[in-house]
Structures are given as C-alpha cells and as structure tokens.
C-alpha cells in the first residue's frame, strides 16, 4: 500500500470512530506499528490530526476530511448514484452543481454522455467547485459558469459575497447537491456554513432541487442547514438505504430514487 493510500485509510478511519490507537492502525491497515506512528506524526504536522498518547484523534465532532482524502470511500455507491443523477438531466438545460465527491462523479458521467457530445451548448454546468469546473472546462460542448469567490481548501468550493452576486443573476433548471447528511426532519446539509449559504442559493435559483446521496448521509445532521426536505424533489442514493428511511421521505413528498 502506498504511503497515500495508506494516509487516506488511516484519515477515513480516523473520521469514523474518533480515535484511533497505533496497534489497532496497524492491525487494519497490515503494516508495523513504527510505520503508524511515523504516518500519525506526519499527519499531525500537517494539522489533519492530533496525536495522542499512543494514538489519534480528529480536530473535533464536526471535522471535515479534506475533498482528496474521500475520493476512495464508498466509491462505487458514489458512481451508481452519480450515473442515475447525469441521467435526470436533460440536453440543453442549466444544472447547478455544488462541490464534493459524489457531484464530482456526476460531472464526469456527463462528460462521457454520448448524448452530450455535441451541442451548443449540449449542458451549461453551474458550479462553485474548482475541481468540477476543471473536470468539464475541457468539454467544448459544455459551456461552464464559475461562480467565483474565495476557496475553501478543504474542499475546493468558492464561498462568499463574490459567489452570491454571480448567483443572484441566474436561474437554473435545476441544482444537483452534494451533502453530508440529509435528514427528513432537520433537511439537507453540510459541515461549513459558507458552502451551506451558497448551495442554499443554488436551490433557490433552480426549478427543481436533486439530493446525491449515498446511503451513509441519511438520516444524518450536520453543522450547517442547507434547506428543508420540503425544497428536494428528488433524492438519489444505494440499495442499502433503509426501506423506513425510503418511506420517511416518500411521505415528505420526496421522489426517491436507490441504484
């Protein structure tokens, strides 16, 4: 395993229980413990983790992992999910796109769209994620509006005033979100307020509202409210949703749709 591949298992671990101990690292990952600790001091010195009396812990309850660090986590339920999302769209429309993994696969399922191979424009892609907008800006078919503003390193996105006057311009068919959890109690939303702020004014901009989601971000809340469930109109995700979740948002009003 490389030293990459090993630092993003380590941080996806790390995320999902807390804490982490060196030998327990090195049980899962099947390397020795000198290697974890030299792994968790490197890590610390890059303020992704805090180092501990033999182990690890995240920064707090509300960490985020960094965009480059989650590409690898539940991959292909990300990819299903994306594929069922690029084929909502339709040729010729507006899509807002917010940032993160699941709206970066939906980006490149539409770029190997055969049907969106030509047009003028085949798709214009709305996004405030600069990986996106790099993913698509080679795509001459597609014509790709950046919303401007400030990046958040974490994951790529542009926020603020800048972004906001660019999106109070627009109308969009419709907005394709990417969330950290989606509940039908509490709605959609992510873990810093600014993307929240901005993804909320793509919904508002948008004729219809679409919610990716793997199975993993339902019934799950998190910092910042993006909006309420009574603003989706369709939520995608996995066959391993719960069919009580599933019903739950169906009797919201939501169209759900698991791939």
Known sequence: MSRDARWQALLELLVERGRL???EAAAELAVSAATIRRDFD???EQQMLVRT???AVVHGVSYELPLRYKTARRASEKQRVAKAVAE???P???VGLTGGTTT???ARALAVRGDLATGSPALTVVTNALNIANELAVRPQFKIVVTGGVARAQSYELVGPL???VLGQITLDVAVLGVVGFDVAHGAAAHDEAEAAINRLLCERAERVVVAADSSKLGRRAFARI???ELVDTLVTDTAAERETVRRFEEAGVRVLTV
């Open 88 to 90: 909502l769209l339709a």
């Open 227 to 229: 909006c309420g469930t």
């Open 104 to 106: 970066t696969e939906v």
């Open 53 to 55: 009396r033999g182990g």
């Open 163 to 165: 972004a906001d006057g």
């Open 21 to 23: 101990e060196v030998e």
């Open 92 to 94: 010729g429309e507006a």
């Open 42 to 44: 490197q890590l610390a």
